[in-house]
């Protein structure tokens, strides 16, 4: 079963603009995981938080986690049409077996 | 270096029939992992391996599905009697270690898309 879920569904913005995402899961966690797939491919891993850490940044990734509401959002900044993608949260609650949210779907047009 | 890679990229299998996928994870990985993916849903965990001990097979849908990584580096997947709920694109995952930090990261192979008609 699904661990927690992504909003929105999907996002669609323009080239240049931001794009934040966000992630609800139920359980404690160790560690917040974000990852990346791209049409009919494998999932590449974008960014990890801890859940003693509270905001991350990674290029033009910035992500944020708040453990008393169980949530965390990704903020992609200046967005381009090659980040066009699926972005899933992923959690891990100590044992590596990572946990899938849904997923958002992300569509920058140029 | 060469990434996770899978084989076939694409199955089609009548139901009732046998498959088997394979994967090869980077060389030196410990951990290894098997998810299911179905159509506009994220990954769900099937199975974990470390060397070639099967610490976790909890996700395992049904006892059709079996892995197995004997040597502690290929692994393979086998799905026997199919049916359309089997329907769905297998990944591979593999990770450098067991213990943290190195234990979070895991690299993704591009996934079998197997379709039981």
């Known amino acids: 079963s699904q661990q927690g879920e992504e909003d929105p569904q999907a996002l669609s913005i323009q080239e240049g603009e931001n794009a934040t995402m966000n992630c609800s899961y139920k359980?404690?966690?160790?560690?917040l995981q974000w990852y990346r797939q791209n049409s009919g491919r494998g999932l590449v891993h974008l960014i990890l938080i801890r859940s003693n850490e509270r905001e991350k940044h990674s290029g033009r990734l910035r992500v944020t986690l708040d453990t008393s509401k169980k949530s965390s959002s990704l903020l992609i900044t200046a967005s381009r049409a090659a980040d066009t993608a699926s972005y899933f949260c992923a959690t891990d609650a100590g044992y590596s077996t990572l946990t899938f949210g849904k997923g958002t779907m992300l569509l920058v047009s140029p | 270096g060469a990434g996770v890679s899978q084989s076939p990229r694409y199955k089609v299998a009548k139901r009732g029939q046998d498959v088997a996928l394979r994967c090869d994870p980077i060389?030196?990985?410990?951990?290894l992992f098997w998810y299911q993916q179905a159509l506009g849903q994220g990954p769900e965990f099937l199975t974990y391996f470390q060397n070639e001990a099967q610490l976790d097979k909890s996700g395992l849908p049904s006892d059709r599905f079996f892995a197995e990584r004997p040597e502690g580096s290929v692994s393979t997947l086998k799905i026997q009697r199919t049916q359309q709920e089997d329907s769905a694109v297998y990944l591979c995952?593999?990770?450098?270690?067991?213990?943290?930090?190195?234990?979070?990261?895991?690299?993704f192979g591009p996934g079998t898309r197997l379709t039981v008609t």
């Open positions: 060389s030196g990985h410990v951990s």
């Open positions: 359980t404690s966690i160790n560690n």
């Open positions: 995952a593999s990770s450098l270690g067991t213990l943290p930090p190195r234990s979070y990261e895991q690299y």
